[in-house]
């Protein structure tokens, strides 16, 4: 039994440091990553424009949550679909809150400039793929931090078998 407490110990102790290290460490990139995104995505004054890749999601935030018209025009001077969000998103970007209230994939590779109408203030484009990846770690930390409690647990029967 005092084997088993051993391995049981030891294992549940790196589960629980793995757990914690990674839930903790998945917090906090996703705040410094998620503000990352905000502050270094393209925006202007009801319009933007941004540099992109075929295929390539893109969502349009703005300071008001006001369902607004807004248009893609691609590098080949086509207009792209700017559908409106099939869900709500937001969040607080530098004392501002933030809404989702557009989303458009890419045709071509190249520029697309974006505008919207009835003026929402200032908008931002963020491509999807980083956005999302952002809120996955927000999303898993909180798992990872209640299996840290219940490995934590496993670590402490192990502990207790051990020195029995």
Same mark, same amino acid.
């Given at each position: 039994?005092?084997?088993?407490?051993?391995?049981?110990?030891?294992?549940?102790?790196?589960?629980?440091?793995?757990?914690?290290?990674?839930?903790? #460490?998945?917090?906090?990139?996703?705040?410094?990553?998620?503000?990352? &995104?905000? +502050?270094?995505?393209?925006?202007?004054?009801? $319009? /933007?424009?941004?540099?992109?890749?075929?295929?390539?999601?893109?969502?349009?935030?703005?300071?008001?949550?006001?369902?607004?018209?807004?248009?893609?025009?691609?590098?080949?001077?086509?207009?792209?679909?700017?559908?409106?969000? #099939?869900?709500?998103?937001?969040?607080?970007?530098?004392?501002?809150? &933030?809404? +989702?209230?557009?989303?458009?994939?890419?045709? $071509? /590779?190249?520029?697309?400039?974006?505008?919207?109408?009835?003026?929402?203030?200032?908008?931002?484009?963020?491509?999807?793929?980083?956005?999302?990846?952002?809120?996955?770690?927000?999303?898993?930390?909180?798992?990872?931090?209640?299996?840290?409690?219940?490995?934590?647990?496993?670590?402490?029967?192990?502990?207790?078998?051990?020195?029995?």
């Amino acid at each position: 039994m005092r084997k088993f407490g051993k391995i049981l110990f030891i294992g549940g102790l790196i589960l629980t440091i793995a757990a914690l290290a990674f839930g903790i #460490g998945g917090i906090v990139y996703a705040v410094q990553s998620g503000v990352g &995104v905000v +502050r270094d995505s393209p925006s202007g004054d009801a $319009a /933007a424009t941004v540099q992109a890749e075929d295929g390539e999601q893109w969502y349009v935030f703005a300071e008001t949550p006001t369902l607004a018209e807004c248009t893609a025009t691609g590098p080949d001077g086509v207009t792209v679909e700017v559908n409106r969000p #099939g869900s709500s998103m937001s969040f607080d970007f530098d004392n501002t809150k &933030v809404y +989702r209230v557009g989303e458009f994939t890419t045709e $071509a /590779a190249g520029e697309y400039a974006i505008t919207c109408a009835p003026d929402i203030g200032t908008i931002r484009l963020v491509e999807a793929d980083r956005i999302n990846g952002t809120f996955t770690w927000l999303i898993a930390a909180p798992f990872l931090i209640v299996f840290s409690i219940f490995s934590g647990l496993a670590t402490l029967l192990g502990l207790i078998l051990w020195l029995i």
